[in-house]
């Protein structure tokens, strides 16, 4: 009995002898991914830990490039699957629309994550949950998951071409929960728009060290990259066919709510949204 155990001790396996505990022992142990997603599948048509199976098959199946086929088994069996499991399920999906490339089911989402966190049904109506990265454990807060989110919101924007949105969406993220990694995506999306004393301004607040993860060194490298793409780039005489800003009133509304809520008294609301007022019937929809 003690080797069984200290057997699923150490090889972090759970214990027992049902479907979902063999796909583990495949994956794990044996590392034998296609016969793991054959005894997932197994547990769950057998009902066995259904909410483990689904995620941790789908993840299998990433690793073998078969995330459309990830994504189809999420979308059809999640169903089965508790109202605990839904967000991490969300987080894995998103996983995959970005692996396949899906960018509009991506910010499709992502925006159905801000409306549930505007209404309060993200982390069971708690203010912070607990989450896990590589081994360890820490506390994540509903104010720090809108910034993580309205920034996955801003890189999915920008892969889309729509530079004005993304720069809205990350403008909103940063007075949420300011970092480095935001504003040199920021500045990104200003250069596209030819707005470069502003993306040089940026630049030179994260070389000083005024957001967090500036001194990391990878941070300290695209800002040398994205100053030397700053300084060969000259203003173009005029600029045309760029993207509207494609958000909607009730995730701009609830944005602002959340803004208005969490922001320092005299940044209750930023010119952004002064300039968007103005020019809101220009913009495309």
Not at 56 to 69: G, T, Y
Not at 107 to 122: D, P
Not at 236 to 250: A, R, S, T
Request: glycine share 6%; proline share 4%.
């Amino acid at each position: 009995m003690k080797k069984e155990v200290l057997f699923h001790v150490v090889h972090k396996v759970p214990s027992g002898d049902g479907p979902y505990v063999r796909a583990k022992y495949a994956q794990i142990v044996q590392k034998e991914p296609e016969a793991a997603i054959v005894w997932f599948w197994k547990a769950i048509n057998g009902g066995d830990r259904v909410d483990s199976a689904l995620k941790d098959m789908a993840i299998v199946m990433k690793q073998l490039d078969r995330s459309e086929e990830a994504i189809e088994a999420i979308n059809s069996f999640r169903c089965l699957c508790s109202k605990q499991a839904q967000e991490s399920l969300d987080n894995v999906l998103l996983d995959l629309f970005k692996k396949c490339g899906k960018v509009d089911e991506q910010i499709a989402l992502l925006k159905q994550k801000f409306r549930q966190i505007y209404q309060g049904q993200v982390f069971n109506g708690k203010p912070s949950k607990t989450a896990r990265s590589h081994g360890k454990k820490f506390q994540v807060s509903v104010r720090q998951e809108t910034a993580r989110i309205l920034g996955n919101l801003g890189w999915a924007y920008t892969q889309k071409g729509n530079f004005m949105a993304a720069e809205v969406v990350y403008k909103k993220a940063q007075i949420i929960d300011a970092d480095s990694n935001k504003a040199c995506n920021l500045t990104h999306c200003l250069i596209r728009q030819a707005r470069y004393d502003e993306a040089r301004n940026i630049l030179e607040n994260v070389w000083r060290g005024n957001y967090a993860g500036s001194e990391d060194p990878k941070t300290r490298n695209r800002v040398e990259e994205l100053l030397v793409e700053l300084d060969s780039r000259q203003p173009p005489p005029f600029l045309q066919n760029l993207p509207g800003l494609n958000l909607d009133d009730d995730f701009m509304n609830g944005l602002e709510h959340l803004i208005n809520e969490w922001a320092p008294p005299k940044s209750r609301r930023l010119p952004i949204f002064e300039e968007i007022s103005t020019f809101k019937d220009q913009l495309a929809c």
